[in-house]
């Protein structure tokens, strides 16, 4: 089981990343994925996350309306699209998977992911 994240960089404020994660290894198709970050001398937090199967979508409200979750059709990519970035937004993001199918996006949580992919970092110049 592999999770590749990709499309961090440097960026000014009010600026646009996207970022994207390729799942490989098994189906993730039923199961609720998303998005953390973690900045420097914090703890991981929750970002964004998306359910395979019922395409519900849950948000922290630190980043809503400015970013946005997403899945192709095969269920094997997951993107962030990540608008009017601002300098609290810089950390290291990491895409994940719950540890069971059918998990409520509402509920994610680090403690309920499974499958971790390696960060990427975002850098929100100010």
């Known amino acids: 089981v592999q999770l590749q994240a990709s499309g961090g960089g440097l960026v000014q404020a009010g600026g646009s990343l996207r970022l994207s994660c390729a799942a490989s290894?098994?189906?993730?198709?039923?199961?609720?994925m998303g998005w953390f970050r973690q900045a420097p001398g914090k703890e991981r937090e929750f970002v964004a996350a998306i359910s395979w199967s019922s395409g519900a979508t849950n948000y922290a409200d630190s980043v809503n309306g400015r970013f946005a979750i997403s899945t192709n059709s095969a269920k094997n990519t997951l993107w962030l699209q990540m608008n009017a970035l601002k300098p609290e937004d810089t950390a290291v993001y990491y895409c994940?998977?719950?540890?069971?199918?059918?998990?409520?996006?509402?509920?994610?949580?680090?403690?309920?992911?499974?499958?971790w992919g390696q960060g990427t970092q975002v850098t929100v110049s100010s």
């Open positions: 994940a998977a719950a540890k069971s199918p059918y998990s409520p996006v509402i509920l994610f949580s680090a403690a309920g992911v499974g499958f």
């Open positions: 290894g098994r189906t993730f198709s039923t199961y609720t």
